[in-house]
């Protein structure tokens, strides 16, 4: 069974619109994390946002936001005011058995393909 | 603070040889993890090495191996390659890896080719 799910392979924002892109997560882990990268093509992964799975409150960073739904293990990126940047992939990504000593590797969803339209 | 430095960019190889991929990580950062990408499989971990030693390995065969150095950094190995070895492989580092609330910092990745 997949650990993360984007069901969402492509999505198309009008420039500074919002957008959400999906993402489900599937663990028994009591504590996790879950990560939000994004992809340009010229292949780096960068890092845009962080939500531990005891956090309370959603996660922030600027013009991202993660609206996180630990009941239904979603863990949706929300991008505000979408610029022409912002075409990229967008990858989910969780850290199971978190906590000080833990080993957990990233395990990545499929990715969402994100064309923001000027 | 200069970020994970991945070398080289591009490779091109041919079936059966072997290639070694270098990684630098962020001064200070002890754990360094690859990953293959590939189109049909996506994002694959290979492994982690913190202090010189493998901490954590994924699924695939003995012709995957890597090593870490004294000075944190990291090099990855593929013997007999072959078609399907063809994928970007990114290299990602953090302070201590093991703990939930630390992003791993990617580099560019190396886009390795085989023919």
């Known amino acids: 069974a997949q650990k993360i799910t984007q069901t969402q392979p492509g999505m198309f924002v009008q420039e500074k619109e919002a957008v959400t892109l999906d993402c489900t997560y599937d663990?028994?882990?009591?504590?996790?994390?879950l990560f939000w990268y994004k992809q340009p093509s010229s292949g780096e992964m960068i890092f845009l946002i962080y939500?531990?799975?005891?956090?309370?409150q959603n996660a922030t960073e600027g013009r991202y936001s993660l609206n996180f739904q630990k009941a239904r293990k979603s863990a949706n990126l929300v991008i505000s005011a979408s610029q022409l940047g912002d075409s990229a992939m967008y990858f989910c990504?969780?850290?199971?058995?978190?906590?000080?000593?833990?080993?957990?590797?990233?395990?990545f969803g499929k990715g969402t393909k994100l064309s923001v339209k000027p | 603070k200069a970020g994970v430095t991945q070398t080289p960019r591009y490779l091109i190889k041919t079936r059966g040889q072997q290639v070694t991929l270098s990684c630098s990580p962020i001064?200070?950062?002890?754990?360094v993890s690859w990953y293959q990408q590939t189109p049909g499989q996506g994002l694959q971990f290979l492994f982690e090495?913190?202090?010189?030693?493998?901490?954590n390995k994924g699924n695939f065969p003995g012709r995957f191996s890597g090593r870490q150095f004294s000075n944190s950094r990291s090099e990855m190995n593929v013997s007999t390659l072959e078609l399907g070895d063809s994928a970007l492989y990114l290299c990602?580092?953090?302070?201590?890896?093991?703990?939930?609330?630390?992003?791993?910092?990617f580099g560019d990745g190396t886009r390795l080719s085989i023919l």
């Open positions: 990504a969780m850290r199971e058995g978190a906590g000080g000593g833990s080993q957990g590797n990233l395990i």
């Open positions: 001064s200070g950062h002890r754990s």
């Open positions: 090495y913190f202090s010189e030693t493998q901490r």
């Open positions: 990602a580092s953090s302070p201590f890896g093991g703990t939930s609330n630390q992003p791993q910092h």
């Open positions: 663990t028994s882990d009591q504590s996790y994390g």
């Open positions: 939500q531990g799975s005891y956090d309370e």
